[in-house]
């Protein structure tokens, strides 16, 4: 029987298996900005400028992931970053961090179902692309009004899909390199970037590429939230951070290897970093060096699984997050009704009918819905600088409780050092967005760029002013975890 968490009119159900969030947790980072930016990223700042940032940025994710590993383990709640920054920081950060990521993944829900509508034009020129991005939404409502299960299934097997492209791309790269299939191709010229080093355009270029490896990084924080409905948290959790994300940052670091050796980084094709471009992406240029003809439809199928993927994921977070905020009295406690299948109906009603007015803004207002989606910009790494913060506050506020750490059934590594330096490059990530736009003081552009910022500086300060919250003292942190024992006894 499933372990429930009790709310109005049924209970939150812990069904998702080891599998289902390892899976999750493997398959949320290799989206589109494996598939089509990679290529961007080698053009900009060279082969190596484009491993060594990801490599940066991959190590900086998994001090992240260990730092919400050990706090999910020890108090695995839906709510995830929301309540560890609520009990740990301050409620009015909490507040903030809830509204901000939940507002990120309705827009972002709506993005993706626009996008389903480019890639699906790809095979289907003639057809309005409105109706593939609706079939899309109503796909993606469904899969995660039936169960949290079925949610979890459909990652697992979408997830399976894009191992299996990754792990293709990778032999048929590889045996191209060594000159097993395929045309000769000069590797050593292009892994040099033509006998410049490897590195091009400097640390400028580097910066960019480092936002740009951020952005496809971003949802490994949804095992955090997946840790409320997880079976085993304490198992899977810990499982999902430590062999997994190795794996994630093999795959990126190896493909990008791939491609640097097999395209030049002069090649045109690689600055086309969107989805429109499918058929030129680099996954799709190396399998048709190596000889394949229908590469670019392959492609186009996997990129369409990962877009659904993205949406679904989008979903299933901003729904439980809007839950979890009911719950806290952040929002109206309509969005705590929860069905007998263990759903929250109507954080999923809420959150598709947002969902849907944005998808209809992008029609009928492109300028409103340009400025939606550079308010949800950011917010992948203002969450990511929460995470850090609320853990360095939490294992300070357990020193400072005198509570014995070895209670941790999973602890992050080098603290402080790691939610400091997580910190401090994801400062150093949001500031690198696009500083030309202060040098030149192009208004425009800094408000498309850094909107997100002042809209969680008024939900943090608007609360905090309205409540009249305080920094918690660490000796008054709230480090009980009662609520969580009582869903995993039952």
């Given amino acids: ?35 089509v930016a990679s290529g961007s990223a080698i053009s900009q700042a060279g082969p190596l400028g484009a491993i060594a940032a990801y490599t940066a940025i991959g190590i900086m994710v998994y001090f992240l992931m260990t730092s919400l590993g050990e706090m999910a383990t020890y108090m695995p709640v839906t709510g995830s970053f929301s309540t560890y920054a609520k009990k740990f920081v301050d409620p009015a950060f909490g507040f903030a961090m809830g509204w901000n990521y939940w507002f990120n993944w309705a827009i972002t829900v709506a993005v993706d179902a626009a996008t389903v509508g480019v890639v699906m034009h790809y095979w289907f020129a003639n057809a309005p692309q409105w109706i593939w991005s609706a ?19 459909t990652e697992f097997w979408i997830s399976i899909i894009k191992v299996i492209t ?65 079976a085993t948290p304490e198992e899977s959790v810990p499982k999902a951070i430590n062999q997994v994300f190795w794996r994630i940052l093999l795959f990126y670091i190896l493909s990008i290897f791939v491609i640097a050796a097999l395209i030049n980084y002069q090649n045109p094709n690689l600055l086309r970093s969107d989805t429109a471009h499918v058929a030129i992406s680099p996954f799709a240029l190396v399998f048709r060096q190596a000889g394949f003809a229908a590469a670019a439809s392959v492609m186009n199928a996997v990129i369409l699984t990962s877009v659904l993927s993205s949406a679904n994921s989008g979903m299933y977070a901003s729904t ?12 109206p406690k309509m969005f705590q009704k929860v069905s007998r299948r263990g759903i929250p109906v109507a954080a999923l009603i809420g959150t598709t009918v947002v969902s849907l007015l944005t998808f209809l803004t992008s029609v009928v207002g492109p300028n409103a819905y340009n400025y939606l989606l550079a308010a949800s910009g950011l917010t992948g790494f203002i969450v990511w600088v929460g995470i850090a913060i609320s853990h360095y506050r939490f294992r300070r506020a357990m020193v400072a409780q005198g509570v014995d750490l070895g209670i941790l059934k999973y602890r992050a590594k080098w603290f402080p050092f790691g939610p400091l330096f997580a910190l401090v490059i994801c400062i150093l990530v949001i500031i690198g ?11 425009q552009e800094v ?15 608007g609360y905090k002013f309205y409540y009249k919250t305080k920094l918690i003292p660490l000796k008054d942190v709230d480090l009980s975890r009662d609520d969580v024992e009582k869903t995993l006894n039952n």
Avoid: W
């Fill in 135 to 153: 079939m899309a939404l109503t796909i993606i409502f469904v899969i995660n009004f039936l169960s949290v299960k079925s949610f979890g299934e």
């Fill in 447 to 461: 408000l498309i760029t850094y909107i997100d910022i002042p809209l969680i500086i008024v939900l943090y300060l």
């Fill in 433 to 443: 967005q696009n500083p030309q736009s202060f040098i030149h003081f192009n208004l």
């Fill in 320 to 331: 439980r997050m809007l839950y979890t905020m009911a719950e806290d009295g952040y929002a």
């Fill in 166 to 230: 990754v792990v293709a791309f990778l032999i048929i790269g590889l045996l191209t390199i060594f000159g097993i299939m395929g045309n000769h191709i000069d590797v050593i010229n292009n892994l040099t970037a033509n006998h410049h080093g490897g590195f091009v355009g400097g640390i400028p270029a580097l910066l960019a590429v480092f936002v740009v490896a951020g952005y496809s990084f971003q949802g490994t924080e949804l095992v955090g939230v997946t840790a409320g409905e997880s």
């Fill in 1 to 35: 029987m499933s372990a429930k968490k009790e709310s109005l009119g049924g209970a939150i159900k812990r069904d998702l298996k080891t599998r289902h969030i390892s899976m999750i947790a493997l398959g949320g980072c290799i989206g589109t900005g494996l598939f």
